[in-house]
């Protein structure tokens, strides 16, 4: 499998790649295929700000089978995912704030991940990047007071955000 390095591509490589190669870039920023496949059918673009206002309005709204199909995909806050990819080390590099070996943080995000999983049915997702863990640790507890409808919005909120981040890492202007 490609790292993250490999698969970054700049705007002329992404307007003549094969559809099987941008499915492999886009998919591990947002696993959404009718998001994948709009970015894809919107080529050729102009710059990169282009790729990335289609994959907002791509992304606008998501549909809670979406929002269920991508989050299969995102680990457990302070959790790394396996393997050396492309999804991978985007994960690594959004959660490099997040230090594994502070014991008292991981405590409080193993319980703080298990009281959201129990409430809402699936893991906590935040956009980490550029976020402490005390920021981190406090959206978790703010969160668990949600009813399902409002977190339902947060969630696909934070795809979108996560999903643009994780394409600039792959596609450059």
Partial sequence: MKSKDQLAML?????????????????????????????????????????????????????AGEVASAMAHHPRIGER??????AAALSAAEQSG?????????????DG????????????????????????????HERLHNPPENEELIVAGQLREIALLRLKEVVKP
Avoid: M
């Fill in 81 to 86: 995912l396996p393997g050396s990819g492309q």
């Fill in 98 to 110: 997040i230090d594994p070996a502070d014991a008292a943080v991981a405590a409080e995000l193993l």
């Fill in 11 to 63: 705007l002329n490589e992404f307007n003549e790649s094969t559809e099987n190669a941008l499915v492999e870039v886009l998919r591990p920023c947002l696993d959404v295929d009718r998001w994948i496949h709009q970015i894809i059918d919107g080529r050729p673009y102009a710059a990169a700000e282009d790729i990335f206002a289609a994959a907002r309005d791509a992304a606008a709204p998501l549909t």
């Fill in 113 to 140: 991940n298990r009281a959201y999983e129990e409430k809402f049915g699936r893991v906590f997702l935040i956009r980490a990047l550029g976020r402490s863990p005390d920021e981190i640790l406090s959206a978790l």
